[in-house]
């Protein structure tokens, strides 16, 4: 299970100020063994967990250890080209509940003050590439700033979100 699951941080120094993790629901089309997939994925990818997500109808999640950005970006990014790779020809685009979290560590305020203000500046965009309707944006990723327009941005609206996610 994700909770059980013995998660290692992983970096390629002693820096732990920051770190990130993400988990990756696949769906996989009909016809195709998910559990075949389900193993290559994991036979070749380092650094990762697999778990059952009920949201699935023929997927899983592939969830990595949390690591430091210098690790991902030495070490990890190799490791996305290979789930691209191995899923490519099984990949369900058609359905819609397989999907991407990127989890911040939180022992930085600051940087996830800083991270939440962003996601709010490109709401418009996030919203778009997201391919949710409003129901479910409300109810799994809330925007803070709802009715602002980007124009409308300012030093005081950043300084009302950083004091809500403080």
Not at 73 to 83: G, K, Q, S
Request: proline share 1%; net charge negative.
């Amino acid at each position: 299970g994700y909770h059980s699951s013995d998660f290692e941080f992983m970096t390629t120094n002693d820096n732990r100020n920051i770190g990130l993790g993400f988990e990756l629901e696949v769906e996989i089309r009909r016809g195709f063994d998910k559990m075949d997939y389900a193993e290559t994925i994991y036979n070749n990818v380092n650094g990762i967990h697999l778990e059952d997500d009920c949201s699935l109808n023929n997927g899983f999640e592939i969830i990595t250890n949390p690591m430091s950005i210098e690790y991902f970006e030495e070490e990890f990014v190799a490791e996305i080209d290979t789930i691209v790779e191995e899923m490519a020809g099984a990949y369900n685009y058609d359905h819609n509940s397989a999907g991407f979290h990127v989890h911040v560590t939180k022992e930085t305020p600051e940087q996830t003050q800083n991270l939440a203000c962003l996601v709010e500046y490109f709401k418009e965009e996030l919203t778009e590439i997201s391919d949710r309707e409003e129901g479910q944006l409300k109810r799994w990723a809330a925007f803070y700033t709802n009715g602002i327009e980007k124009a409308e941005f300012d030093n005081a609206i950043f300084n009302k979100i950083k004091d809500e996610i403080s």
